[in-house]
């Protein structure tokens, strides 16, 4: 997987997810994703799972409710030797209508809802592809 190919998670925001009142989302939620999807990036560069090892930057950018559909994106832009350096941005792609029970709106442009940039390790045993 070449520096800078993305990953993208698409899920809905469940009633279990909201964790303040108004059915309001904790940010924690899209650090959560975030995660996931700097799984899958490590797991298609090198084969293996990886760490976390640390956030630098976390922007919480708009409000997400239970409903709400949010797409995670992720991508690697820097790589050491055992150290990648991720990007990831969540937007909410589709809301439930104000007032109605079922009506949902996709919303063009998404809303960018978080932003944060970090680094994975995957130690050098651990990698199984030859770079």
Request: with cysteine; hydrophobic share 40%; charged share 25%.
């Amino acid at each position: 997987m070449p520096v800078g190919e993305k990953v993208v998670i698409r899920l809905r925001m469940s009633q279990a997810d909201a964790h303040y009142g108004g059915n309001l989302v904790d940010g924690a939620r899209m650090l959560a994703l975030f995660g996931d999807v700097a799984t899958e990036l490590l797991i298609r560069h090198d084969g293996d799972e990886g760490l976390f090892r640390a956030y630098d930057a976390v922007e919480f950018l708009a409000p997400v409710y239970a409903g709400d559909y949010v797409e995670a994106i992720g991508e690697i832009v820097e790589m050491g030797n055992t150290s990648r350096k991720m990007r990831f941005e969540a937007r909410k792609v589709i809301r439930p209508m104000p007032g109605s029970d079922s009506a949902c709106e996709v919303l063009d442009p998404p809303v960018v809802v978080c932003r944060a940039s970090g680094t994975c390790v995957t130690p050098k045993d651990k990698q199984r592809f030859a770079r």
